[in-house]
């Protein structure tokens, strides 16, 4: 019997990217977690369970095309001709821009890279985002502002584990990433979450301020650390620039003030601020919940400003990070998928990167488009005049993911043509005209980078079920049936990553002195990782240590101020609603639901209610209920949590149909980042209708 086949790869969900060993067995894929930093040897439960998807029950292994109402199976060569035909007709009635590209944060850095390549010039278009637009833009905006440069952590993650005090804000880590608790024992935790999450229940101190308020909040933290002395005067002089300007914003918010306005007690806000400022080694973290507001940029400068103000960035032991979200959602945005950048993460609308950039595609940098519509706004246009009426869909299920998701399921529903390349039928698959059965990560072969910039090798296991293609394939079948030559685009990852990184020379996120050799041979490295001439550059582990990444080396503090979120509570809608992750699910669910052991411990749609706040709408534990905004309405099984506040309710966002939670949130965008504000949104609760049998969005489809 021959030796079962193991391979050395990392976990296909979060931005940990935790170390694992994949072995293919008779009884199938065993996962084991590796000594990897992020994870020391350990793994969350979705982590443990993540094989199994691979097999799941309905996992799509031929193409489908929509035939009398009906998805049907074909060939491949069927498929892609009704693709490339539809393109075509839409093209030549419409126009290029008519037809948009969707991308995901969990596709590899090569399927990122090859996807934005292939919208720009196979399609010539410049309509194409990410969902990555819905989980760390504000913070991109926020960061790049300050520091000239964005990376979600930039320093390794095993620096916090050093650290004396973590603040976190919005950042429920004990369900999104547990293995990252493995660096907070040591570190008193400061958590800033209207919810008493699980992460907060670890916390020294927490902070539970009014959804919609953290800006406030944070201009008054800073108030004191100013007013109090807390401020390292010294460094603010000799790192920064702009003091004086956010100091004026933050002049007027005294801590009772903030008290008024967001409910944090003053003495919590000043014992946060001592906590800081009294320790040798701090640091800042924002997540989701600072940043998925119609003011998020300006939230996280806010916290920016903060750590600007004590002296944490650019020093060993502090620091400002934002932890990133989704598997690549880091690479996903460096290398083209947004609607306004290039490889390298350069701007799309800077002549001398268009000019590089055409230079490796061989294509001139005339032809390529500008910048295009942000993810929401791309959704919105869908179907409308003017906007695009075929949308190509890799890696999201934004039936699902996005704001005022039944708005969104119509916008899909208006188009001439919709494909979605997926491995299982997620909610946007079932209603599209063409679905595409590709690889996931078990499957195949590229490179990821995880939260703290560090660029990881993806490997393959196991060959793909039934008829089953890469990404890479695919993209590859469809430019040449569009006329374009097939060398442009490769379908060997090693092959794509040598392009990009000659595309990402020289841009902010260069990733051209790192390759498939190198990190094979088991070298840490971290982007910028310029080629240079002098051997093999080591890599950027901790940025701004000698300087920011602005011409004049100093950072930036944001002039900001706090302002109410798009929608306010009223007598009709008196409640905040506000969305967040559960340990066993992840993203739209469409994976996990699929797992017998985390739909039996996430089985159905729920929302926390504050048992006075259950009373007076007349629920109790375990009732069914209907949470609806002006948007419309989702059906939830009640929780009652005493901890909850009076005037917040929360829902998940991991389930579907009728348990949408998106079927109510906002899609108020920050100016900035044209992030949607989901996390606040005015609300009303009220017993479900006696009609109301089930609650929709649970796990009747999983791996047996």
Request: charged fraction near 20%; proline fraction near 7%; include cysteine.
């Amino acid at each position: 019997m021959p030796e079962p086949r193991t391979v050395a790869t990392h976990c296909p969900y979060c931005a940990l990217q935790c170390g694992t060993r994949l072995t293919e067995e008779r009884a199938g894929v065993v996962v084991a977690p590796t000594d990897f930093p992020v994870n020391r040897g350990g793994l969350c439960q979705k982590g443990w369970t993540a094989p199994s998807v691979l097999d799941a029950s309905d996992r799509l292994l031929t193409p489908l095309v929509r035939r009398d109402g009906e998805l049907v199976a074909v060939d491949w060569d069927t498929a892609l001709r009704t693709v490339a035909d539809g393109i075509r007709r839409i093209r030549s009635e419409h126009g290029a821009d008519a037809v948009g590209v969707f991308g995901g944060g969990g596709l590899t850095n090569e399927k990122a890279y090859l996807l934005g390549k292939f919208a720009r010039v196979a399609l010539g278009t410049g309509q194409i985002d990410y969902n990555g637009r819905f989980c760390m833009s504000s913070a991109a905006a926020a960061g790049t502002a300050a520091f000239g440069l964005d990376r979600g952590l930039p320093f390794p993650v095993t620096d916090l584990g050093t650290a004396d005090v973590v603040l976190l804000a919005g950042a429920n880590v004990a369900e999104t990433m547990p293995p990252l608790l493995r660096h907070l024992t040591r570190p008193e935790l400061i958590v800033i979450d209207p919810r008493r999450s699980a992460t907060a229940e670890r916390a020294a101190l927490h902070l539970q301020p009014t959804p919609g308020t953290d800006l406030a909040l944070v201009l008054g933290l800073l108030h004191i650390a100013v007013v109090d002395g807390w401020a390292d005067t010294g460094y603010i002089q000799e790192r920064t620039s702009g003091f004086d300007a956010a100091w004026q914003r933050a002049m007027s918010w005294w801590p009772e003030r903030v008290e008024r306005v967001t409910g944090v007690p003053a003495e919590s806000q000043r014992a946060a601020v001592r906590m800081l400022a009294r320790s040798e080694r701090a640091y800042v973290l924002t997540g989701r919940g600072a940043e998925q507001h119609s003011k998020g940029a300006d939230t996280v400068a806010g916290f920016i400003n903060l750590a600007l103000a004590l002296g944490l960035p650019g020093r060993d032991g502090g620091g400002y990070g934002c932890l990133t979200g989704q598997g690549n959602g880091q690479g996903g945005r460096e290398h083209g998928q947004k609607a306004d950048q290039l490889p390298g993460y350069r701007a799309i609308t800077d002549p001398a990167a268009r000019e590089h950039v055409a230079s490796v595609w061989g294509v001139p940098a005339a032809d390529l488009p500008g910048p295009g519509r942000s993810a929401y706004e791309l959704l919105d246009s869908l179907g409308t005049t003017g906007g695009p009426r075929g949308l190509l869909v890799f890696g999201s299920n934004p039936v699902v993911s996005a704001p005022h998701a039944g708005h969104v399921a119509e916008r899909l529903a208006a188009l001439d043509l919709l494909v979605v390349a997926d491995f299982v039928p997620s909610e946007t698959a079932r209603i599209a005209d063409v679905v595409l059965p590709v690889t996931q990560w078990a499957e195949e072969d590229g490179t990821m980078t995880n939260l703290e910039g560090r660029v990881l090798r993806r490997r393959r296991l196991r060959t793909p079920p039934g008829h089953a293609r890469s990404d890479l394939e695919v993209l590859h079948g469809l430019a040449r049936r569009l006329g374009e030559p097939g060398h442009r685009y490769p379908t060997s990852p090693r092959e794509v990553f040598e392009e990009l990184r000659r595309a990402s020379a020289g841009g902010k996120a260069d990733y051209s002195g790192i390759d498939y050799d190198r990190l094979d041979a088991g070298e840490a490295l971290h982007w910028p990782c310029p080629a240079g001439d002098g051997g093999d550059h080591p890599g950027t582990p901790r940025l701004f240590l000698d300087g920011f990444a602005h011409p004049d080396g100093r950072a930036r503090f944001a002039e900001v101020e706090h302002r109410e979120a798009a929608e306010q509570v009223s007598a009709d809608f008196p409640l905040h609603a506000t969305t967040g992750r559960v340990l066993a699910h992840y993203q739209s669910g469409a994976q996990t639901r699929r797992v017998r052991e985390l739909a039996e411990a996430a089985p159905e749609m729920f929302v926390e209610v504050h048992p006075d706040t259950a009373a007076r709408a007349g629920l109790v534990d375990g009732a069914r209920a209907v949470v609806s905004s002006a948007r419309g309405g989702t059906v939830a099984r009640v929780r009652l949590v005493a901890s909850m506040r009076t005037d917040t309710v929360f829902l998940p966002f991991h389930f579907s149909g009728d348990g949408r939670a998106n079927l109510l949130t906002n899609p108020a965008l920050d100016p900035r980042s044209r992030m949607p504000e989901f996390k606040v949104a005015a609300a009303r609760i009220a017993p479900a209708p006696p009609e109301t049998t089930a609650v929709a969005g649970g796990a009747e489809e999983v791996v047996a």
